[in-house]
């Protein structure tokens, strides 16, 4: 059973352009997370996703940051005109169902450059 | 809202010697406790969960943490540490209920090991 796949691992931007982060979570998982890990900080929640539906979005920038995770294919996490600021590890996380007593698992991350 | 504070930013400790990291919570009711580890480039891998009953826990690769609910905190201890336990070991906290696995992360305790 592979893990929680994410890519690219790495991605360079130029100011301006659009980054799309994609997310293929674990067989059997229904639910997924996205979280940011700015240099030397550790991770913020972004927003939780279920197949079809925002769940909570709470952590998101309001503007040219969204998410989806359509009934097919991986979650995308889409930054709009990026920002040095923006440069960051972003990590996906799934999990089989709702409810903290079950283990969330963690992707590789992907490591956005902005430049 | 909740929040997790790790005390220390950086630990540095002797091969073989013990080690033990701080971790400080703040959530409402009863907490879901969480400890990561990252190695340099890669995603979390979880090391230990709590989310009820014996409050020493026992994690993966010799780690251990003790919930003390008086105390707020969910320290984390390894008896004999290795230089392969060189990393960023990060402490979270999750919220139950709709929330999901929604986790919050402490900033995280950089250790070096020294041989």
């Known amino acids: 059973n592979a893990g929680v796949m994410q890519n690219p691992r790495h991605l360079v931007r130029r100011r301006g352009q659009e980054a799309r982060l994609r997310c293929s979570p674990m067989?059997?998982?229904?639910?997924v997370y996205w979280y940011r890990q700015l240099p030397e900080e550790g991770l913020k929640f972004m927003v939780y996703?279920?197949?079809?539906?925002?769940?909570?979005e709470s952590g998101m920038p309001k503007e040219r940051f969204s998410a989806e995770f359509p009934k097919e294919g991986p979650s995308i996490l889409r930054i709009q005109q990026v920002v040095r600021g923006d440069s960051a590890a972003y990590f996906c996380?799934?999990?089989?169902?709702?409810?903290?007593?079950?283990?969330?698992?963690f992707g590789q991350g992907t490591r956005l450059t902005v430049v | 809202a909740q929040s997790v504070t790790q005390p220390d930013i950086h630990i540095t400790v002797s091969e073989g010697a013990s080690l033990e990291l701080r971790c400080n919570y703040s959530?409402?009711?009863?907490?879901?406790l969480f400890w990561y580890v990252q190695s340099p480039g890669q995603g979390l891998q979880l090391l230990l969960k709590y989310f009820s009953g014996d409050t020493l826990v026992q994690g993966i690769k010799g780690f251990e943490a003790e919930f003390k609910r008086s105390q707020s905190s969910f320290n984390l201890r390894k008896p004999s540490v290795h230089w392969s336990d060189a990393a960023e070991y990060f402490c979270a906290v999750g919220a139950s209920g709709a929330a999901g696995n929604k986790l919050t992360f402490g900033g995280g305790t950089r250790v070096l090991v020294k041989p």
């Open positions: 067989k059997g998982h229904s639910h």
């Open positions: 959530y409402g009711a009863t907490p879901y």
């Open positions: 996703l279920q197949k079809e539906n925002i769940i909570d």
């Open positions: 996380a799934s999990s089989p169902r709702q409810g903290t007593n079950t283990e969330a698992f």
